[in-house]
Nanobody, 128 residues
Framework: QVQLVESGGGLVQAGGSLRLSCAAS????????MGWFRQAPGKEREFAAS????????YYADSVKGRFTISRDNAKNTVVLQMNSLKAEDTAVYYC?????????????????????WGQGTQVTVSS
């Protein structure tokens, strides 16, 4: 089992950057593929990015591709979402998620139902 705590959210102007971090508990962090999702007011929670156990494979939603970068540090039990060129439509609560993965390169987990563990979320607000 793993517990996840997000941090780094806040208010930023359009065009700015934010760095979200997700700290995971437990000694088996490297056994989990990780993902970031987001949920805007009145909308469904949607996939943003995912990363494999090894960190070598990543996937991004089209809406964030080229602007967001997901990375992980297995020694520090953290996963980071670097968000650049932020837009007003990026405003949402951002959630970190985890699921066990047998393959070190597996990262193609794009739906909520594929993840077993979730953080509480961190608010990101982009002003236009």
């Amino acid at each position: 089992q793993v517990q996840l705590v997000e941090s780094g959210g806040g208010l930023v102007q359009a065009g700015g950057s934010l760095r979200l971090s997700c700290a995971a508990s437990g000694r088996t962090f490297s056994s989990y593929a990780m993902g970031w999702f987001r949920q805007a007011p009145g909308k469904e929670r949607e996939f943003a990015a995912s990363i494999s156990r090894s960190g070598g494979v990543t996937y991004y939603a089209d809406s964030v591709k080229g602007r967001f970068t997901i990375s992980r540090d297995n020694a520090k039990n953290t996963v980071v979402l670097q968000m650049n060129s932020l837009k007003a439509e990026d405003t949402a609560v951002y959630y970190c998620a985890a699921r066990l993965a047998t393959a070190t390169s597996a990262a193609y987990y794009l739906t909520r139902s594929e993840y077993n563990y979730w953080g509480q979320g961190t608010q990101v607000t982009v002003s236009s």
